[in-house]
């Protein structure tokens, strides 16, 4: 099961997250058949969402993100809601790339590094968004630059997600250190210090787990909420989109490819409709 442990430390001046989402990244592998790169940038771009998302209002606010840069894995979708129900896909799910030099997967190159990060808040007020330059594609700086230029809030973020041998996630997840509006200098360049601890997350959520790593930043208490991978398509939703066509454009259809695929890209689920389907749902419209 992910989830996300919150609590406020250093004299109450500074909102830590540590979430673990290495369940998350697990799911989205089996639906999306990933590379290890692409669940790696899904993964860390899931992570991030989720942490924005645990700031939603209720649980009908919705978020999603989009990550445009340009690179060989094309763009890349999450979205959120406020009862933390996550869901996400890249264009280019099985694009692989060499290790970079250090080892580690090339998700700079995957994302690209040209390009925009997007969020759309949707609360039930006048939704928000917002954007910002990526700067490396590793997602963790990019979404860095987003806080500070298009939220005003300075956050020190760490993410990262551990691929196997197998292309299963080991460990998956990120720490999230934000000063409260009127902390000051010094809690700041507290929390960029202390994030360098953490160029190595997944193998420390694969080890001792989210809570653990929050504890060993300030033994303060904490609070935990879980989040799952979920989508929300269904097939009544597919069947509203067979009706949005018209019947006539809708049999033209079936008379040229025998059935009506609505697929989403979201759970790479495809509902399909064949003449016998799609004449019941126009006579059960009429
Ligand atoms: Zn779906």
């Known amino acids: 099961m992910s989830a996300?442990?919150?609590?406020?430390?250093?004299?109450?001046?500074?909102?830590?997250?540590?979430?673990?989402?290495?369940?998350?990244?697990?799911?989205?592998?089996?639906?999306?058949?990933?590379?290890?790169?692409?669940?790696?940038?899904?993964?860390?771009?899931?992570?991030?969402?989720?942490?924005?998302?645990?700031?939603?209002?209720?649980?009908?606010?919705?978020?999603?993100?989009?990550?445009?840069?340009?690179?060989?894995?094309?763009?890349i979708f999450a979205v959120g809601d406020g009862a933390l129900r996550m869901r996400g896909f890249v264009e280019n799910p099985q694009v692989s790339l060499p290790p970079r030099a250090d080892g580690k997967l090339d998700v700079g190159g995957f994302v690209g590094r040209r390009g925009?990060?997007?969020?759309?808040?949707?609360?039930?007020?006048?939704?928000?968004?917002?954007?910002?330059?990526?700067?490396?594609g590793e997602v963790a700086e990019d979404f860095s630059a987003y806080f500070l230029t298009s939220e005003q809030r300075p956050t020190a973020i760490a993410l990262g997600v551990k691929i196997g041998t197998d292309g299963r996630c080991l460990g998956a997840g990120g720490v999230f250190l934000q000063p409260l509006p009127g902390a000051g200098e010094e809690a700041l360049s507290r929390?960029?210090?202390?994030?360098?601890?953490?160029?190595?997350?997944?193998?420390?959520?694969?080890?001792?787990?989210?809570?653990?790593?929050?504890?060993?930043?300030?033994?303060?208490p904490y609070s935990e909420r879980k989040f799952c991978y979920q989508c929300h398509c269904s097939e009544a939703r597919a069947a509203a989109a067979v009706i949005s066509l018209g019947r006539e454009d809708a049999m033209a259809l079936i008379a040229e490819r025998g059935e009506i695929s609505v697929h989403c890209d979201y759970c790479n689920t495809d509902y399909r409709f064949g003449a016998a389907d799609v004449e019941k749902l126009f006579s059960e419209k009429a």
Not at 12 to 30: G, H, K, M, Y
Not at 118 to 123: L, P, T, Y
Request: hydrophobic share 45%.
């Open 4 to 75: 996300i442990y919150k609590s406020l430390i250093w004299g109450e001046r500074v909102s830590l997250a540590v979430l673990d989402t290495t369940a998350l990244v697990n799911e989205a592998i089996s639906r999306h058949g990933l590379s290890p790169v692409a669940a790696a940038a899904l993964g860390r771009t899931l992570t991030a969402t989720a942490y924005l998302c645990s700031w939603l209002k209720d649980e009908k606010s919705a978020l999603s993100v989009i990550l445009n840069g340009g690179g060989a894995g094309g763009k």
């Open 116 to 136: 925009t990060l997007s969020v759309i808040r949707d609360d039930g007020d006048m939704p928000f968004s917002g954007a910002s330059e990526l700067v490396s």
């Open 191 to 220: 929390t960029e210090k202390k994030i360098a601890e953490f160029s190595n997350i997944s193998a420390q959520i694969a080890d001792m787990g989210a809570a653990k790593v929050l504890l060993g930043i300030e033994n303060a």
